[in-house]
């Protein structure tokens, strides 16, 4: 897309936007992968307010553009930007709040807000809420909302479940019919749009401004865990009967978390390492007492368990909640933040993949890792790669307990039967190995195809972890969504009709975007009998009054309007709006779908269809206050002052 800066002259005051000649734009598109740093979009909107992103997409339909959404850019396979197109970033939308009332406690953040947000805050009314926990991310500088909309795994999903569990309401802006159109969707208000947005991953149906979660109670109650971080090094051989004793016992208490990071080398010819980290929802007593209980004595683990029993709880200490998430966690992942945030002069690919530790149809969690042998021979024989120090890691991040939950019924994710989310990740620094695409031939030729078979179905893949070449299954859909692709298309045409957030990636094979596709058309109705008593009333709930570009009026009148001062008026064709034009941005219409109203208290003013005279609903609710129950909320008009942006062209 070509998109010339003149013809943007004098049509922006509202918007804060970026064009590539700018230092901030650069910054705003820098990645610390060095395979996307080619990728760039046309121009960069920066929003901090939802009205912002309203604006950036009626915007972006006028120049018939894209739409990429960009938080943090904390995507393994670089999806928080394009080589095309629009990029909206909305990280100054970052806020957080927590909101206690009648003894439930909200935590209400911003969609550009991150996890080390919301664990500040926590931190901040320690006394207050010691024995609380948000249900966030590891990395404290993961965004919010990516984290939970493609499902969420926190360090207490075990005890508590899932992230998306925990998701009360979503503030949505959508693009259909070239508005941007605000929703607010949660379980019990257009619910089929928030299933969707669990599980169904970030930008494929709009853009979140705002989302409000529930923040539980420990398990113990008394405000502390456990946690502790620690790498190990030996044979192949050590590792994989460490490995063996700790993960094919029976981990099923739910309290605890091991974490496993495999580590190898490229020059290392004989060492391998694995970093464990472990989290225990309760105390170090308890803690202890559950370990001891299934690892100690036990005949058929190396020195009855002993050993390892005692190794865990030399490596783990005792600290309150809102220690861990806002100290520790900073800590313990700070290597993975900085493959985002931080300038490296490294190449990085990503594959994911989900495990169960054992059962009918799955192969042992031990059969899964006994093939690190195999994976780290063919990692050393890649041309060009032995002693080049490239570093490979598979990360095996602990799911399963209450992340295995019943789903809300018609939810995206579709795996949550996985025990162990897996995401590999090949780093390295030699252009030719990136250039001859030797590393993505390394993971689409030798270890997808040992690791993939094994994947829960032999194709999943999780949206979170999702990487740049063939998943799990080779099908993306049926790999990041299962049997809920086809549900998530009409989603999609519901909210993204044009598929304004749904550009493939310049660099990537796959995108996870959801192609629109309209439910088919409901059976006609049955024919009403001419003798009938009385003919069922027509409902008029759907599409909006009026649309962006509003379409003419009858007696020459074109865009009615409402001043700030709430006095109604016109733009009459080829005319200019007046100096305080505004339209407010909550529109309602009756359930007679006659009149298009104005939720502004007193002054809410209307235009009946025929586009002559104006008036005042009589009944008009307090100015912040819900509308009467028979009235259909609308958010889908235009923003006040947005207009100003575009004006020249009536």
């Known amino acids: 897309m070509s998109i010339s800066i003149n013809s943007l002259r004098g049509r922006t005051n509202e918007l804060d936007i970026l064009t590539p000649a700018t230092k ?4 705003s598109v820098w990645t610390g992968n060095r395979l996307h740093w080619k990728e760039k979009p ?5 929003a901090t307010t939802r009205q912002h992103v309203e604006a950036a997409i009626i915007f972006a339909r006028l120049l018939d553009a894209s739409i990429t959404v960009k938080n943090t850019g904390h995507s393994y396979a670089g999806w928080g930007n394009n080589d095309d197109g629009i990029l909206l970033d909305v990280s100054g939308i970052r806020s957080a709040e927590l909101v206690e009332q009648g003894g439930v406690t909200t935590l209400i953040v911003g969609g550009g807000a991150v996890w080390g947000d919301a664990y500040k ?4 009314f320690d006394a207050e809420m010691h024995s609380h926990i948000i249900v966030g991310g590891r990395c404290p500088g993961v965004g919010i909302a990516g984290f939970t909309l493609g499902g969420g795994l926190s360090p207490f999903t075990r005890s508590q479940g899932l992230g998306m569990d925990h998701l009360l309401e979503v503030t949505l802006v959508t693009a259909k019919d070239g508005l941007a159109q605000t929703r607010v969707v949660s379980p019990t208000r257009e619910p089929e749009i ?3 947005l669990c599980g169904g991953g970030g930008g494929n149906f709009g853009v979140v401004t705002e989302m409000k979660f529930s923040v539980p109670e420990l398990t113990g109650m008394a405000g502390m865990v456990v946690t502790g971080r ?10 994989l009967a460490f490995v063996k004793a700790l993960y094919d016992t029976p981990l099923t208490n739910l309290k605890l978390t091991v974490d496993a990071s495999w580590l190898f080398d490229a020059h290392e010819a004989d060492r391998v390492g694995i970093r464990f980290t472990v989290y225990y929802d309760g105390r170090m007593t308890d803690f202890v007492t559950d370990t001891d209980a299934f690892l100690r004595n036990r005949a058929e683990l190396p020195e009855n368990g002993n050993a390892l029993a005692q190794y865990l709880q030399d490596n783990v200490h005792e600290e309150s909640c809102t220690s861990l998430l806002e100290e520790s966690l900073e800590e313990q992942w700070s290597d993975e933040q900085k493959k985002f945030v931080t300038a ?5 690919l990503f594959q994911s993949y989900i495990f169960k530790h054992a059962g009918p149809g799955h192969a042992s969690f031990y059969e899964v890792v006994a093939l690190m042998g195999e994976l780290r021979t063919a990692f050393r024989a890649i041309p060009g790669n032995a002693g080049s120090g490239a570093s490979f890691t598979l990360s095996l991040i602990h799911g399963g307990g209450k992340g295995h939950t019943a789903p809300r019924a018609g939810e995206a994710f579709p795996w949550r039967e996985g025990e162990f989310f897996a995401y590999l990740n090949l780093v390295w620094t030699e252009k030719h190995l990136a250039y001859r695409n030797r590393m993505q031939t390394y993971i689409d030729a030798e270890v997808t195809p040992r690791l993939g078979p094994h994947s829960l179905g032999g194709k999943a893949s999780f949206i979170n972890f999702g990487g740049s070449g063939r998943t799990a299954g080779g099908d993306w859909k049926a790999s990041y969504y299962g049997d809920n692709y086809a549900e998530l298309q009409h989603v999609k045409h519901e909210c993204d009709p044009d598929n304004v957030f749904g550009r493939k990636q310049a660099r990537h094979e796959f995108r996870p975007m959801v192609t629109p596709v309209a439910r088919p058309p409901p059976p006609p109705p049955a024919e009403v009998p001419e003798d009938a008593a009385e003919e069922a009333p027509v409902r008029h709930t759907g599409e909006p009054v009026f649309k962006y570009p509003m379409p003419p009026m009858s007696g020459g009148y074109q865009n009615p309007y409402i001043s700030t001062g709430g006095t109604p008026g016109y733009v009459y064709s080829g005319g200019t709006a007046n100096s305080s034009f505004e339209i407010r941005s909550d529109m309602y219409v009756p359930d007679t779908g006659r009149l298009p109203g104005l939720k502004y208290g007193r002054t809410d003013m209307y235009v009946p269809d025929t ?4 008036g005042t609903v009589s009944n008009a609710p307090a100015r912040g206050s819900a509308p009467p129950e028979s009235w259909n909320v609308r958010r889908s008009y235009k923003l006040g002052r947005f207009y100003q942006i575009n004006k020249d062209t009536y």
Do not use: M, P, Y
Not at 24 to 27: G, H, I, N, P
Not at 42 to 46: A, M, N, W
């Open 24 to 27: 901030a734009f650069r910054k």
């Open 42 to 46: 046309s121009l960069v909107i920066r």
């Open 611 to 614: 586009g002559s005279g104006t």
């Open 194 to 196: 928030f299933k969707a």
């Open 121 to 124: 805050l926590l931190a901040d």
């Open 230 to 239: 620690f790498t190990r090094w030996g044979t192949l051989a050590q590792q």
């Open 344 to 348: 490296t002069n490294s190449f990085s």
